[in-house]
């Protein structure tokens, strides 16, 4: 990246106050403030992005001034751009959602439910987000109210994606799998790859063994990791 290359954005060509002095040497002039912002969001060329190196402090930056971006930074710092999900997987990952949190409700279980939109800090460097989360209270309480705010330094307890029809694009079975590894790398016990086109779901445990493929799959339950937590999958596949 070359030297005093802007990273978040570029100052907007005529939306500072411009002062213009009468040559008569009267009152100054103000002319009037647009309405646009003083900081445009930054668009960024697949080239440059893939020539890209951000720390995750940069790519906090990033996200803030690119609020309706999609964005995952890996461990070696490039951007992750992800696509905006079809309809159908939208409604599925909210159907998850809702009875993630109703089961996590019924066991009792003292954990902080999270949805697509948090993003995480891995141990690695990576910021990862995903479709559903869940962290221990305790880890979550120990954070200070910055951590919080931010993308919070930690890997979540139970990570679930939700596979798209199509394998391409990070959203896909290949790109997903490549993420659980990740997760689990970088701390998770538990994760759930969900593949509704084909009704099933790969569990990933802690540790090196090869990911549990249980189809068709009807219920997950996450056993003595989290004791009392089941999600009927009906619903979901439905879409």
């Known amino acids: 990246m070359r030297q005093h290359q802007r990273i978040v954005g570029r100052r907007h060509q005529g939306t500072a106050l411009s002062l213009q002095k009468r040559q008569n040497r009267g009152p100054m002039v103000v002319a009037e403030t647009p309405d646009t912002p003083c900081f445009e969001p930054l668009q960024l060329p697949l080239q440059l992005a893939q020539e890209l190196r951000l720390s995750p402090e940069q790519f906090e930056l990033v996200c803030q001034a690119n609020p309706d971006a999609v964005l995952e930074l890996s461990a070696d710092g490039h951007l992750i751009v992800m696509t905006p999900t079809g309809s159908e997987t939208s409604a599925r990952n909210s159907t998850l959602v809702v009875l993630l949190g109703l089961a996590l409700r019924a066991s009792g279980l003292p954990f902080k439910l999270f949805d697509s939109s948090g993003g995480f800090r891995l141990p690695d460097g990576s910021v990862l987000s995903p479709d559903a989360s869940l962290i221990q ?65 790969e569990i990933w445990h802690a540790g090196d063994a090869p990911a549990q493929r249980i189809a068709p799959a009807t219920t997950l339950d996450a056993g003595d990791l989290f004791p009392g937590l089941q999600i009927e999958l009906a619903e979901i596949w439905q879409g």
């Not at 679930?160 to 990740?182: C, F, N, T, Y």
């Open 137 to 201: 209270l305790e880890r979550w309480q120990a954070l200070t109210s910055r951590q919080q705010r931010s993308f919070a330094p930690l890997c979540p307890d139970l990570v679930i994606e939700l596979a798209s029809p199509s394998d391409e694009g990070p959203r896909g079975v290949s790109a997903l799998r490549r993420k659980m590894e990740l997760y689990r790398r970088n701390g998770s016990q538990l994760g759930w790859l969900l593949l509704p086109g084909e009704r099933a779901v």
